[in-house]
């Protein structure tokens, strides 16, 4: 009895002092407008700044090591960022399906996002919404943008050769024809796209069905054949940028907790 009163005082106190109540952190990304290659943060460990960058300069001309780790460097705090923004809306699905009371912007929110992932149900949709591991992201970002060299990723902040569907969104021509690509502020919104995209179309339901069963970096790859024209010999092409740079070791890296805010 002495308990309940107990639990039943802590209770009261939250209600009356809604400041007691642990505040919500969120993320405080950095925005970096480029003078040179030489302010690119570099990746010192598995905490990861995280920053968005503008004015990405060109990386042609620069040692092929040092264009790697630039590239990578620039790439994978937007990965990290987009990944992060997409976990925070799924776990907000997560909620809603033990919710049993929605309000109208539960209803609205759950509604944009079933369409934006083409989800069949609440479930399907959180499966949807899962991202996979960073050094997948980071060989076909590699591969589509030619390791920061591509028009589309210097003029666009398009890393993945995304189309644009209609004259309302931001684009620029492809080089010929009347097909566009999307426009990006940064490139995590590339990246957010590109989640969104293996998250949604039919292609790709048997590499989120094996994402699904923990599947490996490797047992994944096959998955995305279709990602490419060239197949089999895309995903060879993936394998081997993954190995030879050593991509996995990046599987690990988070975003530094310290940039995490009390709002």
């Known amino acids: 009895m002495k308990l309940l ?6 209770v009261l106190l939250v209600l009356i002092f809604p400041g007691c109540r642990e505040k919500e952190k969120v993320l405080a990304p950095q925005v970096i407008v480029l003078s040179s290659t030489d302010d690119i943060v570099p990746l010192a460990d598995s905490l990861v700044r995280p920053v968005l960058y503008r004015q990405i300069p060109s990386l042609a001309g620069l040692p092929v090591k040092e264009t790697k780790e630039k590239f990578i460097a620039i790439v994978l705090p937007a990965v990290l960022i987009a990944r992060h923004h997409l976990a925070t809306g799924q776990q907000r699905i997560r909620q809603l399906s033990k919710k049993k009371r929605w309000s109208a912007e539960d209803s609205a929110y759950y509604e944009s996002q079933r369409q934006r992932f083409k989800a069949k149900n609440i479930f399907d949709l959180a499966m949807r919404m899962s991202t996979h591991p960073n050094s997948i992201t980071l060989a076909q970002a590699a591969v589509e943008s030619g390791w920061g060299s591509s028009r589309f990723f210097k003029k666009a902040n398009n890393l993945f050769g995304i189309w644009a569907y209609t004259d309302k969104e931001p684009r620029i021509p492809a080089n010929e024809g009347d097909v566009f690509l999307r426009k990006y ?8 796209d590109y989640f969104v995209t293996l998250g949604r179309a039919r292609p790709y339901r048997a590499f989120r069905r094996a994402k699904a069963d923990s599947a490996t970096v490797h047992q994944l790859l096959p998955h995305l054949k279709h990602y490419s024209a060239r197949g089999k010999a895309y995903t060879d092409q993936l394998k081997t940028i993954i190995d030879q740079n050593n991509m996995t070791q990046y599987d690990h890296y988070q975003i530094d907790p310290q940039y995490f805010i009390e709002k």
């Open 5 to 10: 009163t107990r639990l039943s005082r802590i």
């Open 185 to 192: 502020d940064d490139i995590a919104q590339s990246i957010e």
